[in-house]
């Protein structure tokens, strides 16, 4: 874990605390800002991840063949004073208490399988890939979302 989250979770919305917390207990990764979507729009959790393996390992582990949830880089919003690069998980529909639940149970029972060492992970090709293309894409400018996974 990076740090506790920037957001008191005192103040983050309810429905997706634990979900928050399954994000900020991997080590790599800081929930930045989140938002449930109130029943009204889908769910929205921004991320900083330090290691782009981290993310690779996320990805694989709890979000492969995943059809519900969407992880894309966000390179800017120029109404935030953000100086890194930002990932955000992104519902595919509007969610209810069980999708939360379900994912951060998935987040938090696959955390010791993302704990290979860079030997392990030399096996797996497309993660080199996908590291090299998203710090391509993290240079330019013009691009404001890249879908990961």
Known sequence: ????AIIPYEDIDEEIIDL????NDIDGIETVESCCGHGKETCKIWFI??????????????????DFWKI?????????????L???LISKRICKQSDFDKLADRINQRK???LYSDDEWKSFRYF???EN???ELSEKENYSTVYVC
Do not use: Y
């Open 1 to 4: 874990m990076i740090t506790d």
């Open 20 to 23: 928050c917390r399954a994000f």
């Open 49 to 66: 991840v330090r290691d782009i393996k981290t993310l690779s390992r996320l990805c694989f582990h709890c979000f492969n063949h995943e």
């Open 72 to 84: 894309q880089v966000d390179l800017g919003d120029p109404h935030r004073d953000w100086n890194e």
């Open 86 to 88: 930002h990932f955000c």
């Open 112 to 114: 010791k399988d993302m």
């Open 128 to 130: 080199e890939i996908q």
């Open 133 to 135: 293309a998203i710090k």
